[in-house]
């Protein structure tokens, strides 16, 4: 016959995928002692065989069964050769009383699940109710630049290198906190360009210019326009790019499908944060406002 393998504690614990302190544990409590120590070194070896109970107790362990309880499960035998090897029965009131045990925690998670579902979709509501809101517009005097642009980018380009100067040179002053927006006059999408309209509130029409009544159509020129108030607007608040502002308007318009709701005028696109003040587009903020009946 061959010799018994020792393995050290260590190379014990990395084959069967415990620690040394669990090993040191498991031979205070009798769970499972070292096959030999070395009594002048204090050296626990442990042998091959001793792998199969080791794996057996984390079985059990997964099993949820604690360590008191495989202890109560086990018992030792000696070879001819002084070898113990650890065996373990299983008690079957002890696995019934698992199962009952399984049964609860099943329960009680499916509980904890429903709870917390509960919780998300209060928060997901809360939410929208942020993100989608119903206010009115009051009635405003606006300063207004309509142009064939490539999109809202260019519109950014117009707004401090024409529009802000001209308004400037006009002696126009802004309320606090300003409120600008845009008006897209497509009636259909274009393969190339957009008809946008720019407008800024203002606290008045400046000396010498008078308000634009007609109803045709400015281009190029900063004109002045007084806008009547809309009494119920649907508005959604899109953070990110203007490349993207199209999820915004899927988004807002099958909100208002949903609701029965019919879009009442001319939609709003609000600058609140953008190139101006955030470098990060992913951040700029706009608030798309449709009026609704």
């Known amino acids: 016959m061959g010799s018994t393998m020792k393995l050290s504690i260590g190379e014990f614990s990395k084959l069967c995928g415990v620690t040394v302190k669990t ?3 498991y031979e ?27 794996l057996r107790i984390r079985k059990l362990k997964d099993l949820g069964l604690s360590l008191e309880e495989i202890y109560e499960l086990s018992w030792e035998s000696k070879s ?12 079957r009131e002890m696995i019934v009383k698992k199962l009952g045990d399984c049964e609860k925690e099943i329960e009680k998670l499916v509980h904890r699940k429903k709870a917390l579902r509960r919780i998300l979709d209060s928060l997901n509501e809360e939410e929208s109710m942020n993100k989608i809101y119903t206010t009115s517009l009051p009635e405003i005097t606006v300063a207004s630049y309509r142009a064939e642009v490539s999109g809202y980018n260019e519109l950014m ?3 401090p290198n024409v529009i802000g100067p001209e308004m400037g040179r006009l002696g126009c002053t802004c309320p606090e906190p300003g409120y600008c927006f845009s ?11 957009m008809d946008l ?6 606290d008045s029409v400046p000396a010498g210019q008078s308000l634009v009544t007609d109803s045709d159509p400015v281009f190029g020129r900063l004109i002045f326009r007084k806008l009547p108030a809309v009494e119920k607007a649907v508005c959604l608040k899109f953070i990110g ?22 879009v009442n005028g001319q939609t709003r696109c609000s600058f609140v944060d953008g190139i101006w003040n955030e470098p990060d587009p992913e951040k700029w903020c706009s608030i798309i406002q449709a009026p609704v009946k």
């Open 23 to 25: 090993l040191r544990h």
């Open 28 to 54: 205070k409590i009798g769970l499972l002692r070292p096959h030999s120590v070395e009594s002048w070194t204090g050296y626990r070896y442990y042998t091959v065989s001793q792998m199969q109970p080791m």
């Open 80 to 91: 001819g050769d002084g070898e113990c090897t650890m065996f373990f029965r299983p008690d």
């Open 157 to 159: 380009y117009l707004c």
């Open 183 to 193: 008006v897209c006059h497509d009636s259909e999408r274009r393969e190339n360009g």
């Open 197 to 202: 309209e720019y407008m800024e509130q203002i």
């Open 241 to 262: 790019p203007y490349d993207r502002l199209g999820e915004g308007y899927a988004e807002l318009y099958k909100y208002l499908e949903e609701k029965g709701l019919e």
